[in-house]
Each structure stands twice: as structure tokens, then as C-alpha cells.
Nanobody, 119 residues
Framework: QVQLAESGGGLVQPGGSLRLSCAAS????????MGWYRQAPGKQRELVAT???????VYADSAKGRVSISRDIAKHMIYLKVNSLKAEDTAVYYC?????????????WGQGTQDTVSA
């Protein structure tokens, strides 16, 4: 099982940018897929973006154009940058790891980091 630790959350003003980091440890020899989900208040958890070791990237339709995901495979890190922040980006952001690329049922999850967009 992979352990994940997110960082970079907090309070950000509308129109600003958010950068999140996630460090993986334990069983990290080769993690096929890492990425980010988020859960806004009163809503279901949803995909933001994922990236594989082959650099295949998936973005949620709602994230395209404002979100960038990057990965440092050697350091077992995954990053997320969200630009032009809106109030609706307020959510708990979760890092995920999929060791073999078998899909959401096999994800390891981080504890989540709260990000609030507010003036």
C-alpha cells in the first residue's frame, strides 16, 4: 500500500493560483498512475486530473484550461496547479496513487488538504 501526504492547501483569493504537492512513500518502486480528486461541500468526490508514468494525462472537463498536473517520477511526487481560482474550486483535494493502473477501485488515497477560495 502506498502512503500519500498532500501539502499546499489553504486560503486563496479568487483569481489567484493554487499549487498542491503530494509525496508518495511505501511500495513506490513504480506507481503507474497518480493524480488528484476533490470534494466540494455537499458534493460528491470528483476527478480533477491523473497522470501515468507514460505521461498519459486525463483532465476532468471542468478542469481543462485552468488546471495543470505534473509529476516527478523519480521523487515519487505529483503536483497540481489551479489557475484563475473561483469560489467553486473550494474543496478538499485528495491525492491518489494507483500502483498497477487498475482503476479507481484500487486507489490509495491521501488524507486530503482543504483549499478555500475566498476574498
Amino acid at each position: 500500500q502506498v502512503q500519500l501526504a498532500e501539502s499546499g492547501g489553504g486560503l486563496v483569493q479568487p483569481g489567484g493560483s493554487l499549487r498542491l504537492s503530494c509525496a508518495a512513500s511505501g511500495g513506490t518502486f513504480s506507481i503507474n498512475t497518480m493524480g488528484w480528486y476533490r470534494q466540494a461541500p455537499g458534493k460528491q468526490r470528483e476527478l480533477v486530473a491523473t497522470r501515468t508514468t507514460a505521461d498519459d494525462t486525463v483532465y476532468a472537463d471542468s478542469a481543462k484550461g485552468r488546471v495543470s498536473i505534473s509529476r516527478d517520477i523519480a521523487k515519487h511526487m505529483i503536483y497540481l496547479k489551479v489557475n484563475s481560482l473561483k469560489a467553486e474550486d473550494t474543496a478538499v483535494y485528495y491525492c491518489i496513487a494507483d500502483l498497477h493502473g487498475w482503476g479507481p477501485d484500487n486507489y490509495d488515497w491521501g488524507q486530503g488538504t482543504q483549499d478555500t477560495v475566498s476574498a
